[in-house]
């Protein structure tokens, strides 16, 4: 039975008797929490609080800005930006990096977070959520840029994510498993509710847009092929589908169940490695999967591995369950080995 203890108590009690969490990565984590909570408060007005529809601009990437991403965006500036921990942060909704201005304590810890993620699903009212990575600023750099955010996923001090669905829930690492936190509204408080996630090794459930499966590469197609063949197939039992467009929905359904997660590379645009944002969609969740006993993986290289060149980076992405995750890899690198 999973004590109910809350955020603030967890990490502190992490902090004095593991002592894996620093301080300042507590504060700062606590900080997030909050910031998630408005949001949480934000969404759940729906349509009385004029926060559905289009805000009528495109970020970095050509995408149409909700008005849901532009406010989960602010909120989680300004709840971050005096806080003291942080020297800069990067968002899938800007274009460069926000350096915390010097009119408030700097810190040694660089945040990126996906303010909104699934946004396509704010206005039909199904789960969305909020993802975050945390990394600490590289020793001896003077100042901050866009460079000190280029390190691979394996050097994330935190990673998590927020769901705003039926209940609101916090899922955390800091490297040492993982831990789900759902929120007490009476309280207004985070709870403990789950401290030992795993992600089962094999599952009969697999998450993937089908309907892009005539772009795909001859490695995905087969897998799925060979999923949709069921128990009279190689593999010799029934998978299950499901597909909620919002990556940490779907991640979420995978650390409480099982299951594989793919967004893989396809024709439409080849030199576009992926649809999902390296810095902060991919590494964040490979981290959380990889602590819940699972892999990630773009196909080919862990996830966590891939050393970064860009802030927006895309990347093709399969998560989850491990030995599943492990053959769609394999399939990959047999195709690549054999010329195809
Ligand atoms: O509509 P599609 O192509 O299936 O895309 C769904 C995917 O796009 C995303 O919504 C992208 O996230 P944003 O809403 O943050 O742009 C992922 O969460 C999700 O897995
Ligand atoms: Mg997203
Ligand atoms: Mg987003």
Known sequence: MTRRISLTQYLIEQQREHGHIPQELRLLIEVVARACKRIAISVNKGALGEILGSAGSENV??????????????????A???????AAMASEEMEGI????NR?????YLLMFDPLDGSSNIDVNVSIGTIFSVLK??????GVSESDFLQPGSSQAAA???VYGPQTTLVLTVGDGVVMFTLDREQGSFVLTEDQVQIPEDTKEFAINMSNMRHWDTPMKRYVDECLEGSTGVRGKDFNMRWIASMVADVHRILTRGGVFMYPWDKREP???GKLRLMYEANPMAFLVEQAGGAATNARQRIMDLQPTQLHQRVAVVLGSKNEVAQITRYHLEAEQQGA
């Open 137 to 142: 600023k590289p020793e001896g750099s003077a």
């Open 104 to 108: 408030y304590p700097q810190g040694e």
């Open 98 to 101: 926000y350096v915390v201005p």
């Open 271 to 273: 030199n576009k490695a």
């Open 61 to 78: 990437q050509g995408e149409v800005q909700k008005k849901l991403d532009i406010i989960a965006n602010e909120v989680l500036i300004e």
């Open 160 to 162: 998590g994510y927020c």
């Open 80 to 86: 971050n930006e005096w806080g003291g921990h942080l």
